[in-house]
Every structure is written in structure tokens, then in C-alpha cells.
């Protein structure tokens, strides 16, 4: 028993570190980088909230968790923003293997019952195929772009971002987890590209 | 539709706010206070981790549902550190007033079905009276030792706080929500206070 703590605080003391990754993206009211403890926290707010917008049959419990756990490997890899590097970094073989070591090394804390489940529903939300991992994966890109909406452009200024840019590298995904949601996204941010 | 996702997003952005709340904790590396947003994510992952030290009965994501809203009242109202003002301050009518206030106008930017339901729910967690609130309460009082003992006494230094004082505002509190996980901290936290 003693051990299994000692493993589950180990892992909760190491993903305390998600609180010092910064990301592109800002809060709300534009004062700071977000970071990617908070920003997880929002997330799983956003399912929360956003419930009634997923698929008929998506789980939202386990969107929760997926949301909760979905960013535990930057804590060595770092945030990759979304619309750096032309909007290719994410999809590079470089920063796949380099997440999939980073689970490797984090999850593996973990008792090994905490880490097979936890390591799987991480692979769910990245391989981005169950409803489940196709909603979180949709509220990942929506979050941003309210924070971008809100301080007033945010990332899309820093990186020179176009309409088309934002729907073929954030709407694309937004829509394939929650069509409706999309729409109404796109109505809110469409103005602001002029 | 519209109507309905402005109110969801109107209240979804107005939570961002809640990573500017400082609390009395710092981050486990000392590196700066912790602020409750972040705080709240790293509870929720609290409640994944440590779900096997739940008394039978409880419902875990109802757990992380709590977790989750448990401290957007101090948006308005702002943390307050358990050890303040003689370990008294929470308890306050004052405080109490405040913070049902804040809850009227922060779950009140919500569709109604949403708002009755997160309010209930917030309600519930203050109470601590059913066993999933008990649990909810008892890592959010077992998450802040972590932090002190980690980054080398935190708030036990700020507000001189003796071991005695900690087991009568914390232990009890984490006992009665799950007896086996104080054992365990106290075990952890005891050589502390020498």
C-alpha cells in the first residue's frame, strides 16, 4: 500500500511541472501566457459546459479524463503551437517520437494499472479516431481561439495567421468532433480577419 | 442555439479569470504562488490517481465534476488560505455570504439547466456531507501539504503553523473523507514539524 502512494504522489509531484509549460496562447484577458495546467483545467470545463455540442454516445466522463491528462508529455517536450513552423510542426516524426518518449518516461511513474490505463487513453485522444478523442480533441482547438478572439488575436497575430490558415488547421478538427460547434466559432472569429 | 452557446461561452470565458487567483501555496518547485485554476486541474488528476482510496460508493467523476467548479466562487471572493486568520477564516459568515453570492452571479451566466446543475453541485461540495463531496474535500486538503512539503514548508512557514494545528485543520478534514490516505500524509508530513 505504502509503495502505491509513494508511485501515485510521485506521478501527481512530476505532473505538478504541467504548471510551468507555457503556451503560445494567453489568457482572456491578455495579461500572460497560458500555461498547459491551467489551460487542461479549462478544457475539461469546456466538456463540462459544452456537453450538449458532442456526437450522440460520446462519454463526456472520459473526455474529462482525456482533457485532464491530454498535455502530461510537454512537461518534456514542451507546448508546439499549433500554427508554428507554417502549421507542420505538431505532425512531425520528431515531435511524435519525442511525445511518445515523454509518455514513456511520465506515465510510467504510475502503479502499472494507473499507467496502462492512463498511457491508453493519452494514444486514444492523439490518434484522434473514437468520438471521445474527436470531441476533446475539438475543444482543444475551439479554447484557443476564443482566448485569440478575446485579447484580441493572440497567436493569430504572432504568427500571421489567415481564415483559411485558422479553418484548414483549427476549423477542420473543430468540425470533425463537433460540426454545429463550428459554425458557430467561425461566425465569432470570421469578422475578425477583416 | 446561438442564444444558448453565447450564454455557455459568455460563462466559460468569464472562468478564465480564474487563473489570475493567487493562492497562499506555491507551485512544488517554489518557484511562485499557485493560482486556482491550475490548482483545480491538478486536483482533478488527484481524484483519476487516487480514486482506489475512495470509500465504496463514491462516483469519481462526479468527484472531478466537483473539482472542477469548486473555486470559481473566488473570482469574486479570492482564496482563502486555510491557515489564515487563526485557521478561522473560511468558516466566517462573512466569507460564507460572499461566497454565495459570487456563486449567484457566477453559475447565473448560465443556461439555466446548466447553472441549477453546477450550482447543486458547488452546493454539494461545501456541505462535505455525502460521501462524493468528503473525498473532493479531502484532496483538496491533501494537495496543499504536498506542495509545503515539497517546496520546504510553504504556508506552514508563512502563518507558523504547529502540527497539531495541521491535523486539527487538515487531518481531520482528509480523514474523514478517506482515513488510509491521512495515515499516509501524516506519516510523510510529521518529521516536518520536528
Redesign the interface.
Known amino acids: 500500500?505504502?509503495a502505491r502512494?509513494d508511485a501515485?504522489?510521485a506521478?501527481?509531484?512530476e505532473?505538478?511541472?504541467l504548471?510551468?509549460v507555457l503556451r503560445a496562447t494567453t489568457?482572456?484577458?491578455g495579461?500572460r501566457p497560458?500555461?498547459s495546467?491551467?489551460h487542461?483545467?479549462?478544457l475539461?470545463?469546456?466538456a463540462?459546459?459544452?456537453a450538449d455540442?458532442a456526437e450522440p454516445g460520446v462519454d463526456i466522463?472520459r473526455v474529462?479524463?482525456m482533457l485532464?491528462?491530454h498535455d502530461l508529455v510537454e512537461i518534456d517536450v514542451g507546448d508546439v503551437p499549433i500554427h508554428s513552423a507554417n502549421g507542420q510542426a505538431h505532425a512531425s516524426v520528431e515531435t511524435q517520437a519525442a511525445e511518445a518518449k515523454a509518455a514513456d518516461r511520465i506515465f510510467g511513474i504510475?502503479p502499472q494499472d494507473?499507467r496502462d490505463i492512463?498511457r491508453a487513453l493519452w494514444e486514444e485522444f492523439e490518434a484522434a479516431e473514437t468520438p471521445d478523442a474527436r470531441f476533446a480533441k475539438s475543444l482543444d482547438r475551439v479554447?484557443p481561439v476564443?482566448?485569440n478572439l478575446?485579447s484580441g488575436g493572440g497567436t493569430w497575430t504572432t504568427y500571421n495567421v489567415t481564415f483559411d490558415q485558422l479553418e484548414a488547421r483549427v476549423g477542420v478538427k473543430i468540425a470533425k468532433g463537433t460540426p454545429?460547434?463550428w459554425d458557430?466559432v467561425k461566425a465569432k472569429a470570421r469578422p475578425w480577419f477583416g
Do not use: C, P
Request: hydrophobic fraction near 55%; avoid cysteine.
Open positions: 500500500m505504502t502512494l501515485q504522489f506521478f501527481l509531484n505532473a505538478d511541472r504548471k510551468s489568457l482572456v484577458d495579461s497560458e500555461n495546467g491551467e487542461s483545467w479549462h475539461a470545463l469546456y463540462l459546459v459544452l455540442q466522463n474529462v479524463r485532464l491528462i504510475l494507473l492512463l479554447q476564443m482566448a478575446m454545429r460547434l458557430w
